[in-house]
């Protein structure tokens, strides 16, 4: 009988409990945000979503610019209101 897959940690604790131990990957921006994954890729390539780093050819987020991302745009969002 072989071993349980890991579990992955949930990317929404980013935004709202504290930082998750490991960098986001497109697919866990894609869930927290609700958009497809093509989105982030086009966010990135545009610079105007949460800002990315490439590890070889691996895009990957930190979780603590991530939700500076959030903060910021929710500041703008309020700003502009």
Do not use: C, N
């Not at 086009?42 to 500076?68: C, E, M, N, S």
């Amino acid at each position: 009988m072989s071993a349980p897959a890991p579990v992955r940690a949930d990317p929404f604790a980013t935004l709202r409990r504290g930082l998750p131990d490991q960098y986001l990957t497109p697919e866990d921006i894609a869930v927290m945000f609700k958009v497809p994954k093509e989105t982030v890729y086009q966010w990135h390539k545009k610079r105007t979503g949460p800002p990315g780093f490439r590890i070889g050819k691996h895009l990957r987020y930190d979780p603590a610019d991530v939700h500076a991302y959030v903060t910021d745009r929710k500041t703008a969002d309020h700003d502009a209101a």
